[in-house]
Nanobody, 122 residues
Framework: QVQLVESGGGLVQAGGSLRLSCAASGRTFSTYPMGWFRQAPGKEREVVAQISWSGGSTYYADSVKGRFTISRDKAKNTVALQMNSLNPEDTAVYYC??????WGRGARPDYWGQGTQVTVSS
């Protein structure tokens, strides 16, 4: 059974930082991309960042470019999202994703985590 388990969410003031982590189990994703998505109240789920199977390519939503950094550890089957300069518009449930998914705004991952809440106060 495949599981993606996120950690690291929480409450932070505007301008602060958080680091999200995701550990995958049940299968290896070393030959697949991994990524982070988010869903704010009343809005559709959107891709935040993706990283290719090799780690050599990344994609970022325009709204997070220059502030967020995605990374992965293939040996540990994990993916992380370092979030800096957070603002209230970043408040959302953040989901780890893995597997075949496409790339960019149309990405549709095979597997999802359960989500972790990130709340940024002004």
């Amino acid at each position: 059974q495949v599981q993606l388990v996120e950690s690291g969410g929480g409450l932070v003031q505007a301008g602060g930082s958080l680091r999200l982590s995701c550990a995958a189990s049940g299968r290896t994703f070393s030959t697949y991309p991994m990524g982070w998505f988010r869903q704010a109240p009343g809005k559709e789920r959107e891709v935040v960042a993706q990283i290719s199977w090799s780690g050599g390519s990344t994609y970022y939503a325009d709204s997070v470019k220059g502030r967020f950094t995605i990374s992965r550890d293939k040996a540990k089957n994990t993916v992380a999202l370092q979030m800096n300069s957070l603002n209230p518009e970043d408040t959302a449930v953040y989901y780890c994703a893995a597997g075949a998914m496409g790339w960019g705004r149309g990405a549709r991952p095979d597997y999802w985590g359960q989500g972790t809440q990130v709340t940024v106060s002004s």
